[in-house]
Structures are given as structure tokens and as C-alpha cells.
């Protein structure tokens, strides 16, 4: 039987947190590939804080190129509206052949929350999940689950232990608004990138650094 995984998530930026732990569900999983599939428009985020959905698309292909077992898909950048994890699910689903597994990874800090998910109980009859570790948040928060999401969906989450690396999207546009490096934290084609488009700078940074206006022609 083949299985697949499916790695979702806002990437503003895709760091060593995502790829490590994707890379370890992929071996120890038997994984065939994994597909990263970047929010287009993620709903529980406020709209205005995230960056465009083409640039983190764009971070999350360079992240992953090295990478032949990993792959890049535009869906949720192409569909419209909120992007539910359920729609997703139900797409793959359309495109692979019932014998191919499909296994959704999260974090514990994400799966946690799942309730709030469009359409939840449903997301259980199209895929498994696998919860990584992550920092900050205990395997054993996972019980509670259960009471909401019955025996035989709450079967259906596996949590599994990743190297524990202590990083966040939001720590690194913190350390890019800081004007502090983010060296060792996101590959160095996705720092390079964020530096070339001028992403996660505040805009009176970005004033400082542009050619000025009019008045200095004169
Ligand atoms: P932000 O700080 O903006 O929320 P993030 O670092 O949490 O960003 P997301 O894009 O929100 O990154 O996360 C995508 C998925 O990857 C989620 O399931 C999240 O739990 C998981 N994840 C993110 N960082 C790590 C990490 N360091 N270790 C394990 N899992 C992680
Ligand atoms: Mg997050």
C-alpha cells in the first residue's frame, strides 16, 4: 500500500522545524513523498498579517527543491476563499486511488486546536494524522481530544516524536523585523529570498532603504 503524506501550513516563513519533522514522518512513516501545500488564505490568521500567498509559495519550492522525496502543491493557492483543510483533503482524495494512504502532518500545537477546523469530523474519513512533537506542548494534551472526536477518529491521530527544534515563523519575522539573522533557522535560499523582496521589515525600514520621493530630485 502506498502513503503519502501531506504537510500544511502558512510558511510565512517555511524554517528547519517544518523539514526536519517532514522529513522524519517520511521515514519513519515509509512515506513515498510528502506534499507541502502552503494557505492560500488561512482562516484562523488575520488576513493582514500574512504575506502574500505567492511569495510563501515561492519559499516553500525553494525550501524543498533538494529534496526529491518532497513536492510543492498550489492548490489552496489557487482555490478561492478560506482555505479548509477539508477541501484539500477531499481533492486528494479525488486524485489518489483509495488503496494510497494518505497521512496529514501537524504539529501538537496545531492538531491541538482541530475542533475549530472547518468541517472536522469529516477530515477523519479522508485522511490520518500524524501529530510531531513540538516544543512547548505535550503529547499527553491529546487526550482531551478523544471526548470530542469519539474512539475511532481520535484512533486515527498518531502522535510522533521529531527532533524538538524550537522554531517559528513568527520568531524568524521577528528576528527579520529586528534586522537579526536568521542564519541556521530557514535554508539559505528562503533568507536570501525574504532579503531580496524585502519581506517581514517594517515599512519604516523599507522607507529608509528606497529611493526617496520627488523632493529630493528637486
Ligand atoms: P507561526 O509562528 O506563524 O504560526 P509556525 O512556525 O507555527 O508559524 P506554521 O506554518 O503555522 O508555522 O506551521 C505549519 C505546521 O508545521 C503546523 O502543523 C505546525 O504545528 C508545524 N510546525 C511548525 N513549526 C514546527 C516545529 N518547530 N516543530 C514541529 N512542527 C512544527
Ligand atoms: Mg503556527
Redo the contacts with the bound molecule.
Keep these: 500500500m502506498t502513503a503519502i503524506g501531506i504537510?500544511?501550513?502558512?510558511?510565512?516563513p517555511?524554517?528547519?522545524?517544518?523539514l526536519?519533522?517532514a522529513e522524519e514522518v517520511r521515514q519513519g512513516f515509509g512515506l513515498e513523498r510528502v506534499i507541502f501545500v502552503p494557505?492560500g488564505r488561512p482562516p484562523h490568521?488575520p488576513a493582514e498579517e500574512v504575506t502574500a500567498p505567492e511569495h510563501r509559495y515561492v519559499m516553500t519550492l525553494l525550501a524543498t527543491a533538494d529534496n526529491p522525496y518532497f513536492e510543492v502543491s498550489r492548490m489552496e493557492i489557487d482555490r478561492e476563499g478560506p482555505s479548509y483543510t477539508l477541501d484539500s483533503l477531499r481533492e486528494f482524495r479525488r486524485i489518489y486511488s483509495p488503496e494510497t494512504a494518505l497521512y496529514f502532518?501537524?504539529?501538537?500545537?496545531?492538531?491541538l486546536g482541530i475542533t475549530s477546523w472547518n468541517g472536522y469530523m469529516e477530515l477523519f474519513d479522508l485522511a490520518d494524522f500524524i501529530a510531531?512533537?513540538?516544543?512547548g506542548y505535550s503529547v499527553q494534551a491529546l487526550s482531551a481530544l478523544g471526548v470530542y472526536l469519539g474512539e475511532d477518529r481520535f484512533a486515527k491521530i498518531h502522535p510522533f516524536p521529531?527532533t524538538?527544534?524550537?522554531?517559528?515563523?513568527?520568531?524568524i519575522?521577528k528576528r527579520v523585523r529586528e534586522g537579526k539573522s536568521t542564519k541556521y533557522l530557514v535554508p539559505d535560499p528562503v533568507m536570501k529570498y525574504i532579503e531580496k523582496e524585502g519581506l517581514y521589515r517594517r515599512d519604516a525600514d523599507r522607507r529608509a532603504v528606497r529611493p526617496a520621493g520627488p523632493d529630493i530630485m528637486a
Design positions: 504537510m500544511g501550513g502558512t510558511f510565512d517555511i524554517h528547519y522545524g517544518h526536519r519533522a494557505s490568521k502532518i501537524t504539529g501538537l500545537d496545531a492538531v510531531v512533537t513540538r516544543p521529531v524538538l527544534l524550537a522554531i517559528s515563523s513568527r520568531d519575522r
